[in-house]
């Protein structure tokens, strides 16, 4: 089957199928981001990520164009150019780097992207654990997320320090596993207390 051919699995379910199918995901998702967040001691983060999923402008594209093999925005944006259902969640949800996205003051750039708070790059890193787990089901592997994030490692716009982070988190994920990484996300919340950081104050290097 073609990447093409993908696209349109959804027309092959009914609407109970994709219903169903697609609730299931995204409680399957939060399941798995809620218990990460608890570990890295992100409480309230984990109780209440991804809410806007269940609003009418992203439940509904979602279930319209869900076929279990491909995420339903992807599908959306290649039918209609554009999903609306993305760019609303985005725009409400501070663990995508996407929403800390600005317009650059300097001639030198069009856009930049805003440093994010550290609570926010550790949801991010179980964001994009828990999508891989409730997509991929039992053809999972801890090297998912660090794969799936190189696919656009080069072209992303995020600001350095949280690129840095980032990364770091999801080679330790991809290498030790996922609860070593989450500890590793805890232990740096806990080192900078909640207040700004940089890449050397935490040690690491520039991508």
Same mark, same amino acid.
């Given at each position: 089957m073609t990447q093409e051919e993908k696209y349109y699995l959804y027309k092959e379910k009914n609407f109970a199928e994709r219903?169903?199918?697609?609730? /299931?995901?995204?409680?399957?998702?939060? !399941?798995?981001?809620?218990?990460?967040?608890? !570990?890295?001691?992100?409480?309230?983060?984990?109780?209440?990520?991804? #809410? /806007? !999923?269940?609003?009418?402008?992203?439940?509904?594209?979602?279930v319209k164009y869900y076929s279990g093999?491909?995420?339903?925005?992807?599908?959306?944006?290649?039918?209609?150019?554009?999903?609306?259902?993305?760019?609303?969640h985005k725009g409400r949800n501070k663990h995508h780097f996407e929403y800390w996205i600005d317009y650059s003051a300097s001639s030198d750039e069009y856009a930049f992207g805003c440093k994010m708070p550290l609570r926010f790059v550790a949801e991010m890193v179980a964001d994009r654990y828990a999508a891989c787990v409730a997509y991929n089901k039992d053809e999972y592997t801890k090297g998912d997320a660090w794969a799936y994030y190189q696919r656009a490692r080069d072209v992303i716009i995020m600001h350095k320090d949280t690129k840095?982070?980032?990364? !770091?988190? #999801?080679?330790?994920?991809?290498n030790e596993g996922e609860e070593a990484?989450?500890?590793?996300?805890?232990?740096? #919340?806990?080192?900078t207390k909640g207040t700004d950081y940089s890449i050397e104050s935490l040690g690491l290097k520039e991508s």
């Open positions: 219903f169903f199918g697609h609730l /299931s995901t995204v409680l399957t998702h939060k !399941k798995y981001v809620m218990r990460a967040c608890f !570990k890295m001691g992100l409480y309230r983060q984990g109780l209440f990520h991804d #809410l /806007s !999923k269940f609003s009418l402008t992203e439940f509904v594209p979602s093999r491909l995420s339903p925005n992807a599908v959306d944006r290649k039918i209609n150019g554009a999903s609306l259902a993305w760019l609303h840095a982070v980032l990364e !770091k988190a #999801l080679t330790i994920m991809a990484a989450f500890k590793y996300m805890k232990e740096i #919340l806990k080192t």
